[in-house]
Each structure stands twice: as C-alpha cells, then as structure tokens.
C-alpha cells in the first residue's frame, strides 16, 4: 500500500498547533521514571531535560506496522517517517491513559494497548537545534480500522511490514526519527 497524503493545514490551524505546543507543560523525570518536576514543552526541547514520553506501535491483522510521516509543521523531526503515535503524559495523567488520548487525538483511533517495553533515549534534531530527551514507554495495539489522521500531526500514513521498515532504515536512515529507529532495533533485532 502507497503512503496516503493528508490534506494541508490551513494557517489558522498551524498557528492553533503552535500556540498548543507552546502551552503543554511535560513531566520531568530522573533516570528510575520518578517525577521531579514539570517544565513547558518547547523549553524542556531546548534545554534537553529528561521527560516522560510514549510511543505507540498499532499492527493490523496482516502483521503490518501503522507508520505516520510526521506533518511539515512539527516543531521537531518534522517529514519524518515514525512509529503510529508519541507524546507527552499532562502533569498527573497516567502515561497509559495518555497514550490512548493522543492515538484518539492523532488517528483518530481508540486501541486497547499493552506496555511492552521502556527505555532512555537522547537525539538532537539539527534542522530545530531541539532535543528529545526521554524516559520511554512503548505500546503495542492491533486495530484495522482505517486511520483519520489530524493534518496538525501527521502529513502522511501508511501500512507496513517489518522487514520492509527493516530495509527501509538500512538504505535512508534519514527518513525516519531517530528514536523510531532505535525501537525498531530494540524490538525487532534481525
């Protein structure tokens, strides 16, 4: 399956996605996973702060990996291909409980989901000069239904299997976010 475009964003809706980034506060968290603190979304990307995070990996009955190219307009890693959704828990959210309110937000898609792994990542993104710093939660979900992507998030989807990913990351690295390709490497070893 070809990857599917989603429509451009007016400037009103661009202008909303900025104003919305800036607003999110994120939870700061030491190298066991424990609260220390919160600070404001852009700030904490510059700054390279230890964060919580999560990143969702949704597979349908074919075995295939729902990516998203991220849309033009992401403050980071922008146009570049991902897992099916990553975000931030609010302050006083349960991160499972977050995961489920971005993949509704992002797919439009409600998914039961199981927490399979977590890990400690740094990656700078050189086009923006920011920092993803984070303590990661990954879940796995299994759905079919056909995705409907919010065009703030996403620019593009598509279904795909792992040794095609696999493949995929070997010959244009560049495509893809950096902490996409380590999940592939830690949850996937070929």
Not at 15 to 31: F, K, P, T, Y
């Amino acid at each position: 399956m070809s990857a599917q475009i989603v429509p451009p964003l007016m400037a009103n809706e661009r202008e909303e996605s900025r104003l919305r980034d800036a607003a999110e506060q994120l939870i700061l968290v030491d190298e066991g996973d424990r609260e220390i603190g919160v600070g404001a979304k852009i700030d904490v990307h510059h700054t390279g702060q230890l964060h919580r995070a999560f990143s969702i990996l949704v597979f349908n009955a074919r075995d295939e990996l729902l990516l998203q190219r991220r849309a033009n307009i992401k403050y980071h890693f922008a146009q570049r291909w991902s897992n099916t959704c990553c975000g931030h828990p609010r302050p006083g959210e349960a991160t499972l409980d977050a995961a489920g309110r971005r993949l509704m937000e992002e797919f439009g898609m409600s998914v039961p989901l199981i927490e399979r792994s977590q890990l400690i990542y740094r990656a700078e993104d050189r086009a923006s000069g920011l920092i993803e710093h984070e303590y990661l939660h990954v879940f796995f979900g299994l759905d079919s239904e056909r995705p409907r992507p919010d065009p703030t998030e996403i620019g593009a989807w598509r279904w795909m299997s792992i040794p095609v990913i696999q493949r995929a990351l070997r010959q244009r690295p560049d495509w893809f976010t950096p902490w996409f390709a380590l999940l592939m490497e830690r949850l996937f070893p070929n």
